[in-house]
Every structure is written in C-alpha cells, then in structure tokens.
C-alpha cells in the first residue's frame, strides 16, 4: 500500500456499502426461514430476494457500459 492515495469516501461507496449489507441481512435471514424456523416458503422468497440485491451490485460498482 506503500505509494497509493488513500481510499476517497463518497456517496456512491456508502451506497454500495449500504445496499451490499442489506442484501447479506436478507439472504442470511432468508436461510434462518428455511433451516431454523421451518418456513421454507418464506424463507426462499427472503433469500430469493436477497440474492436478487446481491445481483444489483455488480451493476452498481462496474456501472453499465455499451
């Protein structure tokens, strides 16, 4: 790390940051619906849901390019 700019702090990294975390709280509740509570519906549309989020991050952080 000798030599490099330290990491600049912006909206943009919060938000990734921010969405990154919701994404894991919802595929790690989804996964507690099916394997500890005995609610496998729920839980596979939590977890659904959170892999979906999860997704949504790659777009966020390389962006879309043509």
Do not use: Q, R, Y
């Not at 909206?11 to 790690?28: E, K, P, Q, R, Y």
């Amino acid at each position: 790390m000798a030599g490099k700019a330290p990491v600049e702090i912006s909206l943009h990294m919060i938000g990734v940051i921010v969405v990154g975390t919701i994404g894991a709280l919802l595929l790690g509740v989804g996964m507690c619906f099916s394997m500890v509570w005995n609610s496998l519906v729920p839980g596979i549309v939590i977890g659904i849901i959170g892999i979906a989020v999860l997704l949504s991050l790659i777009p966020l952080i390389k962006g879309f390019s043509d």
